[in-house]
């Protein structure tokens, strides 16, 4: 019989710490998680099952998935040694910090923002420098600047465009931190397709720099959870040591190689559907009264409303539409969220806000 409590073995720090988690709330219109609401066309569906057909179930999938870290590369521009591949984004976010932090070490972020990186960071027993975004939630480059030259942190996170703010920083002004920082610089750009900018450009002329990139949005593969990782190759190499062996199956492998090979035919004019709806979105909201959504470079927005978010959220969800309750992150207690979604759903979710918010006149 154990005669102590397993638990007390645990980080107290790990302890303190909040899950991250998801509520289980369901809707038959689903636009809370930034997902891509266009399922994979079913011409690469049937690809990618003629494709595992082909290959033996038996035996494991690539050690190194040599083909698509090529074809990854020729996608983004960048080569293939300095490309990995993850299951979700979310493993290479975990697998830098491994790689980076340890007790002593500091990590800055701009809240609010995905709450992974402050979680890992915690977790790894670093310390996490934040700074506020400014009023208008926008990057407040100037306070970020001098937290780095107070606190010299060894990585800072920006995710560009932001998640929940939908906000990106400009090249120049990632230019500037990367040669103001001696840290790395981790630019996550889990949404660059909605904003028709990427930073990988500037790979090149900066080694500290380091890319997050998603099949979970754009590339309408959240359910397969792949992501890759974008890097000096000797950067790449160390952090590569942090991802477990075998770390994509086969199946997100081969899926992912036929959505980066039809993705001008296939996706791309989805992705282009949806930054016509999120204007459309945008203007529509911006006319009902006691609503003011803020604008968005990503395949999201949130919005600021006069009624309390979670009333909000809850008379949505008594209409069949689910959307995501913001309100307890840093500086958006008025504010909610919700991804783009179908024409259809989104006439749905402009219909439902106009009748709640009438009803308050």
């Excluded at 991804?339 to 806000?353: F, H, K, M, Q, S």
């Amino acid at each position: 019989m154990t005669m102590f409590d397993p638990l007390t073995i645990i980080k107290p720090r790990v302890r303190a710490l909040q899950a991250y988690t998801l509520a289980p709330d369901r809707a038959p219109i689903k636009i809370n998680q930034n997902e891509n609401p266009f399922d994979l066309p079913t011409r690469l569906k049937q690809e990618t099952e003629r494709r595992l057909q082909a290959r033996a179930w038996a035996r494991y999938p690539d050690f190194v998935p040599v083909s698509l870290h090529e074809k990854l590369a020729q996608f983004a521009g960048w080569t293939a040694d300095g490309v990995i591949a993850g299951n979700g984004s979310n493993e290479l976010i975990q697998a830098t910090l491994m790689t980076t932090i340890e007790p002593g070490k500091r990590v800055l972020i701009s809240e609010p923002t995905f709450a992974l990186y402050r979680q890992v960071t915690t977790v790894l027993g670093g310390e996490i420098i934040s700074v506020p975004h400014a009023a208008d939630l926008t990057y407040d480059v100037p306070a970020i600047l001098r937290a780095v030259a107070a606190h010299a942190p060894d990585v800072v996170i920006i995710c560009s465009p932001n998640n929940p703010t939908g906000y990106r920083l400009a090249d120049s002004d990632l230019v500037q931190l990367l040669e103001t920082t001696r840290g790395l610089v981790v630019i996550d750009e889990a949404y660059f397709e909605f904003s028709g900018r990427t930073v990988v450009p500037l790979l090149a002329a900066h080694k500290n720099l380091v890319v997050f990139r998603t099949f979970s949005k754009a590339l309408a593969l959240a359910a397969l959870r792949v992501g890759y990782l974008l890097a000096a190759p000797e950067l790449a190499r160390e952090i590569g040591k942090a991802v477990l062996p075998y770390n994509l199956n086969a199946m997100s492998q081969t899926a992912a190689e036929v959505a980066v090979e039809m993705y001008d035919a296939e996706l791309r004019p989805l992705g282009a559907q949806l930054i016509a709806e999120r204007e459309r979105l945008f203007t529509e909201l911006q006319s009902i009264a006691g609503l003011a959504p803020v604008p968005s470079q990503a395949n999201f927005m949130i919005v600021r409303t006069e009624i309390e978010p979670r009333r909000v959220f809850k008379e949505l969800l008594a209409r069949g539409i689910l959307v995501r309750d913001v309100s307890s992150y840093p500086m958006l207690k008025d504010y909610f969220r919700f991804n783009v979604g179908t024409p259809a759903e989104n006439d749905a979710l402009i219909a439902a806000l106009r009748e709640i918010f009438a009803a308050e006149e």
